[in-house]
């Protein structure tokens, strides 16, 4: 079906995204759980901790009119927790801020 | 195969329908961005790319047009708006890098037409009522599609204008020529005949007010040919819930769903876990091997591994738990 020699390859792809930026090399994932009745808690795993999480929490309870925190956990570092749905949101936001790409987002839930 | 996609079906569908007159001078744009060497003037070249890329969820909706509607009134405007989206950030790159920009550009839409045509590619056969839309649909398309092998024959013969005549030929006739010949020899390669992998339609049914029962779990994984445990195990990371296969070989997962919920992340789960990464057939085996699993393909015979079943960070939403975890940290 596909033709592969006529896809367009960029042998320095990989190099131009190298020297962009280095702080967010992780992915970062973006869930969501269910809470009783039709409550629901986003979490944010894995965003780099060269970033200040306090205040991209700050921001984004302003942004999305909801309260959230950042939790520490032993395992996965700080996680970044905002009541309701805002998966939509957050991915917009982070990516419109620039912390990280879009590719680097991963959304899992329904 | 999505570049070669886009090469082939926005001219063959959207294209065409405007003019014929077009589809030379769009032959001539993908010509340019094809060959990774020339760059031409980035203006021009993006209002063509924003037609191609316009062009493939449209031919998309339209094939999507008589499987689902409410999946397709659902989609079209989310795609839309991700096109808009998308398309002054690249023009705001574009200008910023310049030619880097637009091949940058340009892999993102490649990747989004292939996640469009891969849902395209397992749809949940649900269509009843639908089903008879679907059949003037089809037809519509075919008939279409003749139009524009009409058209084709025309073009080869002035696609080889310089076979009788002095001149040399040029890159772009001769790359329209060989697409010709390609769509000729393959015609259906170019009607973008694909196997479809049909599923079947998960049945959610809501125990009580907190849990939700998956019917036909176990059909569905024997139809994808994987292990219960297996699917289990993403279904409940994925939800991020607990659940537990009953008696019947039901799935009870604890809290809320609805039918399309599970079946978006069913979707994921063959996009990852079924699928060929590289052929996307779905006739594909699963195998463990040194704690990872690996997807072989029966087709192609690929084999590369899959990301591992995570469930991630799971915050305590529960008041009663989160006090137990206080009180024992003090």
Not at chain 1, 43 to 52: K, R
Not at chain 2, 169 to 190: G, H
Not at chain 2, 212 to 222: G, H, L, P
Not at chain 2, 245 to 261: E, V
Request: glycine share 6%; aromatic share 6%; with cysteine.
């Amino acid at each position: 079906m596909s033709i592969q020699n006529l896809n367009t390859f960029d042998p320095f792809a990989d190099a131009a995204r190298g020297t962009d930026e280095g702080v967010q090399d992780a992915l970062v994932h973006i869930r969501i759980q269910q809470r009783n009745g039709r409550k629901t808690l986003t979490t944010v795993q894995g965003l780099s901790s060269d970033y200040d999480l306090k205040k991209i929490v700050r921001t984004c309870k302003k942004e999305f009119a909801c309260n959230g925190t950042v939790v520490e956990h032993p395992e996965y570092g700080e996680v970044l927790q905002l009541q309701g749905d805002q998966r939509e949101n957050i991915c917009q936001f982070l990516t419109k801020v620039g912390l990280v790409k879009v590719e680097q987002i991963k959304v899992h839930g329904f | 195969m999505a570049e070669e996609e886009f090469i082939f079906d926005p001219s063959l569908k959207k294209k065409k329908k405007k003019k014929t007159g077009f589809n030379l001078d769009a032959a001539m744009s993908e010509g340019s961005t094809a060959s990774p060497a020339p760059e031409s003037a980035p203006t021009p070249e993006n209002g063509e790319m924003q037609e191609v890329k316009e062009g493939t969820p449209e031919m998309d909706d339209m094939e999507m047009f008589g499987k689902k509607k409410s999946k397709k009134t659902k989609k079209k405007p989310f795609n839309l708006d991700e096109l808009t989206d998308a398309l002054p950030d690249s023009n705001a790159k574009e200008a910023g890098a310049g030619e880097e920009g637009s091949e940058k550009e340009q892999a993102p839409a490649t990747m989004s037409a292939e996640v469009e045509s891969f849902d395209l590619e397992m749809d949940f056969s649900k269509a009843k009522k639908k089903r008879t839309k679907k059949r003037p649909g089809l037809k519509e398309l075919i008939t279409k599609e003749e139009i524009v092998g009409d058209g084709d024959d025309k073009e080869i013969e002035c696609g080889d204008e310089w076979i009788g005549s002095e001149r040399d030929y040029t890159y772009d006739e001769l790359l329209e020529r060989a697409f010709n010949q390609l769509r000729e020899k393959n015609p259906e390669m170019a009607t973008g005949e694909k196997k479809k992998f049909i599923m079947k339609p998960p049945q959610v049914v809501r125990i009580g007010s907190k849990k939700t029962a998956f019917a036909n779990f176990s059909e569905i994984c024997r139809l994808l040919h994987r292990m219960p445990k297996h699917v289990l195990q993403f279904l409940l990371a994925e939800l991020g819930t607990s659940g537990s296969t009953d008696g019947s070989n039901q799935l009870i997962i604890k809290g809320r769903f609805q039918q399309k919920q599970i079946e978006n992340v069913l979707r994921r789960y063959i996009k990852e876990y079924v699928t060929c990464h590289t052929c996307r057939s779905p006739d594909t085996i699963l195998q463990k091997d040194a704690r990872l699993y690996f997807l072989q393909c029966e087709q192609c015979n690929s084999r590369c591994s899959v990301a591992p079943i995570k469930s991630g960070f799971q915050a305590v939403a529960n008041k009663q738990q989160r006090q137990a975890i206080r009180a024992s940290k003090n």
